[in-house]
């Protein structure tokens, strides 16, 4: 069993920024970074082990090579790999969104839906994002809106602030807005329906696509349902369950737990600086680091400052 230290796949999205290169070391081949996937094993941007003799491989090539014991016995359920992290930087508002649920997108995208849970990781003053509507409203009337660029009005406009957690429902309409950075985690999908987009174009010249009779079809025209999760769990569903680990480095500066043979993993690094171990082995790890224990990996401890998102799978 091992640590892997991942390294991302990145997006030049055109509402993107720099600070992920700025803050979090991050490696842009653009003019801008708007996401870097770093949990994937989807096609459309894997992530690479970076140490051991593995370095180089996807971490799809990695969990074929190995076996899928590496994933855990919680994630036999899933035919392919459950997850995907990333980190977002918005420095212009990203379009009025919806992803389909399973039974839809494998239909008629042929991968699976998307749920997926925000924390805001920075954000500045004034920020705010999408989330639901302020109300139920009809599909007549969610299609004329849409037609008249009326859609913001009867939109849930939330302020933000650092530190907030939003959990997004498949078939939930959503938008993050400017200024924000925004660690995500989701289901392994790439499935994204535009509903608005402000009329901007894209790299071509042209108004970016919408899809407007998909998004019809599977958003949930009212307000955003209230995430279930509990204590400690800050967002917790069939497809993920994600902890938050805050170690200041003298009152709290080590984390000791155990990767059982159920669950990989997942220790995405909001902040700080440290040493994780297990076996006899250890990484350092930073600011932005991406890091998985594979399944069965035994106790391990986390040492240093670490703000971070701790994910797994539940049964």
């Known amino acids: ?25 991050k490696e842009m081949t653009g003019d801008r970074l708007a996401e870097t996937w770093e949990l994937s094993c989807h096609p459309d941007g894997p992530s690479f082990v970076a ?21 855990g016995t919680n994630c ?3 035919e392919d790999f459950p997850i995907l992290t990333k980190f977002i930087d918005a420095q212009d508002n990203l379009s009025i969104q919806v992803h389909p649920d399973n039974e839809y997108a494998l239909k008629n995208e042929g991968q699976y ?3 997926e849970m925000w924390y805001v990781v920075d954000a500045e003053e004034g920020a705010y994002l999408y989330h639901g509507f302020k109300k139920e409203i009809s599909k007549d009337e969610f299609a004329k809106r849409i037609e008249e660029d ?37 289901q392994n999908s790439n499935v994204t329906y535009r509903v608005y987009d402000y ?12 899809h407007i009779e998909k998004a019809l079809d599977v958003t949930n025209r009212g307000p955003a349902k209230k995430d279930g999760s509990h204590y400690p769990h800050i967002a917790d569903c069939d497809y993920f369950t994600v902890d938050k680990l805050n170690l200041d ?23 700080g600086e440290g040493t994780i171990t ?30 971070a998102l701790l994910t797994t799978i539940r049964e």
């Open 278 to 307: 297990s076996n006899g082995e250890s990484v350092s790890y930073k600011k932005g680091d991406s890091i998985f224990l594979t399944a069965g990996s035994g106790e391990y401890s986390i040492e240093g400052v670490c703000d």
């Open 76 to 78: 036999e359920r899933f």
């Open 150 to 186: 009326t859609l913001l009005e009867v939109l849930n406009k939330v302020p933000v602030h650092k530190g907030d957690i939003f959990f997004i429902e498949a078939g939930t309409i959503h938008a993050i807005g400017k200024g924000l950075i925004i660690a995500e985690i989701q």
């Open 199 to 210: 009329g901007r174009v894209g790299k071509d010249g042209k108004k970016r696509e919408l």
């Open 51 to 71: 140490n051991s003799e593995d370095a180089g491989k996807t971490l799809r090539q990695y969990i074929e090579e190995h076996g899928k014991k590496v994933l």
């Open 113 to 115: 839906g998307k749920t």
């Open 1 to 25: 069993m091992a640590i892997l230290k991942l390294k991302p796949s990145g997006k030049d999205y055109i509402w993107g920024g720099h600070k992920l290169v700025d803050n979090y070391g």
């Open 249 to 271: 480095g003298t009152t709290f500066n080590k984390l000791e737990g155990t990767v059982s043979e159920k669950s990989f993993l997942s220790i995405l690094v909001l902040d």
